[in-house]
């Protein structure tokens, strides 16, 4: 014969529904300060930003649908390609070289060498410089008649060194070196707590193999490092895409349109111009592409991983 469990009384169901909902107002205390500042000054604007891409706006009149008028514009707008073809020249100079820069800087600094604190505080120092800062100093030593780089280049025999920020062929490597610069201390950083979590046992058994240091470096580190290496890939990824601040302080997108990259498009079309839907719509296509890439690296990630 089946035993029916007398049914709770009515005041201890109360009592834990109250606990519920305390647990859940608590919850929410402490999500919400940050979820409304989030929604008020990120998902708010994102979602007005998409709106405005099927839109034409100037600020001083209402609104008016347009449809894809704005990609029909972007199509045929040579400075849009221009600075498509600017920030892909970027990136594809700005990720390899820093990712290669942070790890060689920390392969060097995870010795144990005399003054290590000191060492690893220089190399990260740059990036919590101002930016300003750092760009009106390089813009110093690129200075292509007065410049130290230039005069160095002409110590060691050179010429005709490169005009740098006023050469439209050698403004962008210029502001791509800069960037390398200011950014390899903070992926140094991650590369170091990748290179730390690394087992001293693998590097042995891998001496007691006979393997050589660079045996050791290509069988061992860098297989051990694929997490910190995606992470570090996503990241500059995203910021090379989204670079403006050094690119406008250093060049101001010149000479002529040289250095001119999406997001310096999209500021100049929407601030200066007035033209808030063509720019929201250039806005709306970076934000593609940049969803693209990292979907990619994530994809092919998993691949690996499998």
Known sequence: MAVIAPAQPAARVRAKRRRRLRDIAVGWSFILPNFAGFALL???????ALVLAFMEWDSYTTPEWVGLDNFERMVGDQTFWIALGNTAYYAIGHIPLTMAAALGLALLLNRKLRGLGFFRTAMFFPYVTSLVAVAVVWNMLFNPTAGPVNQVLEFFGVAD?????????????????????????????????GLQAIPAEYYEAAEVDGANAWQRFWN???????????????????SSFKVFDLIVVMTDGGPGRATTVLSQLIYRQGIVENRFGYSSAIALVLFVIVLAFTAAQFTLQKRKER
């Open 161 to 193: 060194p490169p005009g740098w920020t006023s050469s439209s062929a050698w403004a962008m490597p210029a502001v791509i070196i800069t960037s390398v610069w200011r950014d390899m201390g903070y992926y140094m950083v991650l590369y170091l707590t």
């Open 42 to 48: 990120t998902l708010v604007p994102m979602v007005g």
């Open 220 to 238: 061992v580190t860098i297989p051990s490092l694929r997490p910190t290496t995606f992470f570090v890939l996503v990241m500059i990824t995203i």
